[in-house]
C-alpha cells in the first residue's frame, strides 16, 4: 500500500510539472498512466474527464482527484490532489517572489510564449483522442458541429455550449433517443 502511495504521489506530481496550459493539458498524462499502471481505464477516464468538466474546479484537479480514488480510495484522491497542485504552488510561490525581477525579461517571455503552441498540441492530442475512445453518436457530431460554426460568427462563453449540450443530452436520453 506505501508503494502504490507513493508511486501515486510521484506520477500525479509528475503530470503537476508538466501539464502546463490548464487542467485538459493533463489528460495526455492521465491516458499514459492508464495505459502504464491500469490504475483505470480510459473509458474510466473519459467518464472521469466529463464529471470533472461539470463539477466546480480545475479540471485537472477534479480528474487526479477521482483517478487517486479509482486507485486507492479517499487516501488516493487526497494524495494525487496533493500531488498535482505541489508543483503549481512551488511554482507559483517561487515566481510571486520573484516576478518583477523578471517581468521584462526577454527569455522569460520568450518560454512562455514558446509553451503556447506546446499546450495546443497537448489539447489537441486529446481531443483526437477523446473522438477515437468515446462512444459517437449522430446528433452529437452535428451539435458539435453547430457549436465550432456558431463560435466563429459570434463569441460565447464555453460555460453557455456546454450547458446547451447537457440539456440537449438530459432531453435526448430521457427520451431514449442517444444511448446514454
Do not use: R
Not at 446528433?139 to 460565447?156: D, N, T
Amino acid at each position: 500500500m506505501i508503494k502504490l502511495c507513493i508511486n501515486l504521489f510521484l506520477q500525479f506530481f509528475n503530470i503537476g510539472v508538466f501539464s502546463f496550459g490548464g487542467g485538459y493539458a493533463t489528460l495526455p498524462f492521465l491516458y499514459d498512466l492508464a495505459e502504464k499502471f491500469h490504475w483505470y481505464t480510459t473509458k474510466q477516464l473519459t467518464d472521469m474527464l466529463a464529471v470533472a468538466s461539470i463539477t466546480p474546479g480545475p479540471v485537472g484537479v477534479n480528474v487526479a482527484t477521482y483517478a487517486g480514488f479509482t486507485t486507492s480510495g479517499v487516501l488516493g484522491a487526497l494524495i494525487a490532489t496533493t500531488a498535482v497542485i505541489l508543483p503549481s504552488f512551488i511554482i507559483i510561490t517561487i515566481v510571486s517572489k520573484i516576478l518583477d525581477k523578471f517581468k521584462t525579461n526577454k527569455m522569460v517571455q520568450g518560454a512562455i510564449h514558446a509553451l503556447k503552441p506546446a499546450g495546443c498540441a497537448l489539447l489537441s492530442a486529446v481531443g483526437i483522442k477523446l473522438l477515437f475512445t468515446s462512444n459517437l453518436h449522430l446528433i452529437g457530431l452535428i451539435l458539435a458541429g453547430v457549436f465550432i460554426g456558431s463560435s466563429f460568427v459570434k463569441k460565447q462563453d464555453p460555460l453557455f455550449y456546454l450547458g446547451v449540450s447537457a440539456l440537449i443530452g438530459l432531453v435526448l436520453g430521457h427520451f431514449n433517443l442517444i444511448g446514454v
